[in-house]
C-alpha cells in the first residue's frame, strides 16, 4: 500500500486483542503501522507486535522482495511498536538501529540488543538517498524516549502516538480513501486513555510542529492523516488543553439502587438548571476506559457510590485512581455517598480530591440507609449547584 511517493504502509491489524495495554477495551481492533522507505537506502519505520510478525515480515517482502533494509527508525519502544526487533534483525542482520540514548537502553533492557546502533538527537538528519529524514525529540508523548520523524522529500510525518486511534484499518489506509467518522470518538478515547496524563508534553510536540510544512502524519495507530490533518491536530490539541464543554457526567456505584436515586436526583438538578448534556454511567457496568473519555470531554463530574467494606466501593476508588493520574485540569466536581453504619465514601472522596485538580462545588450529600426524599432533595441541590458552574451562571 503505497502512502506517498515510495514511501509504503506495512502494518498490521489486530482484531483479536480484547485489551490495549492489558487495559483499554478494543471493540473495532488497533492497527499498528509501520512504513517502509524504498530509497537507494531501505528505511523501516517502527515495526508491529510480535505476534503479527509473519504477516508483518510478508508486507515488507512484497515490497522489496529480497533487498535488504539498511536502518530501522525507533520512533516509540512501547512493546505494540517495537515487539519485532529482534526478529527483524534475524531476517536482516546488517539493519542499523536508528534511535536516541534513552532509546537504546530500552532497546538492551526490553531485548537484549547491544550492537549496530545509530544514536541521533533532536534536528539530527539521515539521508536515504532521495529522502532526507529529520528528528525530534518529543518526550513524554508518552514515554520519555518518543520521538517524531519528518521525511523531508515528502513532507511526511512519522509521529508515532502522536494523533493516533483506536480501531483497525478496515481495507483503506489514507484518510481520503475511507469514512472516518467512526474513527474521531476512538480518538478521544485512545488520548484520554493513554496520553491523557501528558497535556503538557503535547503541547510543547505540537509547538515544535508548528514550523514543518507536514503533507502526511503518518502515525502508529489508526488512519493516515492527509486532507483531515486540520481536525486531527485540533482534536489533540483541544484534549491536551483539557478543553471542555458544557455538560455533567454522573458516574455511580450502587447495589440495591439506593445510591443509584441519589445520582439521578443530581441529574434531575442538573437539568432543572439548564444542562442539556448529561451522561450516567454505572461505574460497575460501563468500563472505565469510556468514562474517561467523557471525562475528557465535559467540565461537570459528580461521583458517588455507597460504603463497602468501611472503604469506599472499590471499582470507584479504581476509577478515581485512574482520573488523579491524568492531571485533568479545569473541571467542576460534586460528589455523593451512602452508607448503612459506617460512612466512609464522603471522607475518601474528599481525600481522593485534594490529588484531583477539579474545583468542588457544593456540599457533598451522604445518605444513611434507604432513600429519603430530604437526602434527594439535597442532591438536587448539588445538581443545581454544578449546574450552574457547568454553564457560567
Ligand atoms: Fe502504541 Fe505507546 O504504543
Same mark, same amino acid.
Given at each position: 500500500?503505497?502512502?506517498?511517493g515510495?514511501?509504503?504502509y506495512?502494518?498490521?491489524?489486530d ?8 487495559? +483499554? ?5 488497533? &492497527?499498528?503501522n509501520?512504513?517502509l ?12 507486535e510480535?505476534?503479527?510478525?509473519? @504477516?508483518?515480515?510478508?508486507?515488507i ?14 520512533? !516509540? ?26 532509546t ?6 526490553f ?13 539530527d538528519?539521515?539521508?536515504? #538517498?532521495? !529522502?532526507?529524514?529529520r ?6 508523548? !508518552? ?5 517524531i520523524?519528518?521525511?523531508?522529500t ?8 502522536a494523533f ?7 481495507? #483503506?489506509?489514507?484518510d ?7 474513527? +474521531? ?54 484534549l ?6 458544557? #455538560? ?9 439502587g ?22 450516567m ?7 472505565h ?5 467523557d471525562?475528557f ?20 476508588? &479504581? ?14 466536581? #460534586? ?10 465514601v ?9 490529588r ?11 445518605m ?15 445538581? @443545581? ?8 451562571k
Open positions: 500500500m503505497k502512502i506517498k515510495n514511501i509504503y506495512v502494518g498490521v491489524n482484531r483479536t486483542k480484547p485489551l490495549f495495554e492489558g487495559m +483499554w477495551p478494543l471493540p473495532y481492533g488497533v &492497527s499498528y509501520s512504513y522507505i524504498a530509497d537507494e537506502k531501505i528505511a523501516l519505520v517502527d515495526t508491529v510480535v505476534d503479527f510478525f509473519e @504477516r508483518y515480515l510478508d508486507k517482502k512484497q515490497v522489496i522482495v529480497d533487498r535488504p533494509i539498511d536502518y530501522l527508525i525507533i520512533n !516509540h519502544m512501547e512493546p505494540d511498536h517495537s515487539g519485532s526487533i529482534n526478529l527483524i534483525r534475524k531476517y536482516y542482520p546488517e539493519i542499523t538501529l536508528v534511535g536516541n540514548k534513552r537504546f537502553d530500552m532497546v538492551a533492557g531485548y537484549g540488543e547491544t550492537g549496530n546502533f545509530l544514536t541521533i538527537d533532536e534536528g538528519s539521515l539521508s536515504l #538517498g532521495c !529522502h532526507l529524514l528528528f525530534y525529540m518529543i518526550p513524554m508523548v !508518552h514515554w520519555p524516549e518518543t520521538m520523524s519528518f521525511d523531508e515528502e513532507n511526511v510525518l512519522f509521529s508515532g502516538d493516533g486511534c483506536f480501531g483497525a484499518l478496515n481495507g #483503506g489506509v489514507l481520503i480513501s475511507m469514512d472516518t467518522e467512526w474513527y +474521531w470518538s476512538e480518538m478521544e478515547r485512545y488520548y484520554s486513555n493513554i496520553v491523557g496524563k501528558y497535556g503538557s508534553p503535547v503541547q510543547k510536540a505540537l509547538q515544535k510542529l508548528q514550523g514543518l510544512d507536514i503533507k502526511v502524519i503518518a502515525s502508529t495507530h489508526g488512519p493516515v492523516w492527509t486532507v483531515q490533518i486540520p481536525r486531527v491536530v485540533a482534536t489533540y490539541d483541544r491536551s488543553r483539557y478543553a471542555t464543554e458544557a #455538560g455533567l457526567v454522573v458516574c455511580y456505584g450502587s447495589m440495591y439506593n445510591t443509584e436515586q441519589m445520582a439521578e436526583a443530581i441529574a434531575e438538578g442538573a437539568s432543572e438548571q439548564g444542562v442539556k448534556k448529561i451522561i454511567h454505572d461505574v460497575m457496568r460501563v468500563n476506559s469510556y468514562i474517561i473519555a471525562v470531554r465535559y467540565n461537570g463530574l459528580a461521583v458517588g457510590a455507597p460504603t463497602y467494606n468501611g472503604a469506599l466501593f472499590p471499582e470507584m476508588e &479504581s476509577l478515581l485512581g485512574k482520573l488523579v493520574c491524568r492531571d485533568i485540569k479545569d473541571h467542576y466536581l #460534586g460528589y455523593f455517598g451512602s452508607f448503612s453504619w459506617s460512612g466512609q464522603v471522607k475518601r472522596i474528599t481525600e481522593i480530591s485534594e484531583l485538580k477539579f474545583e468542588i462545588v457544593g456540599t457533598p450529600v451522604e444513611k440507609y434507604g432513600v429519603k426524599p430530604e437526602s434527594l432533595e439535597l442532591c438536587k441541590a448539588l445538581g @443545581r449547584a454544578l449546574a450552574d458552574k457547568i454553564l457560567g
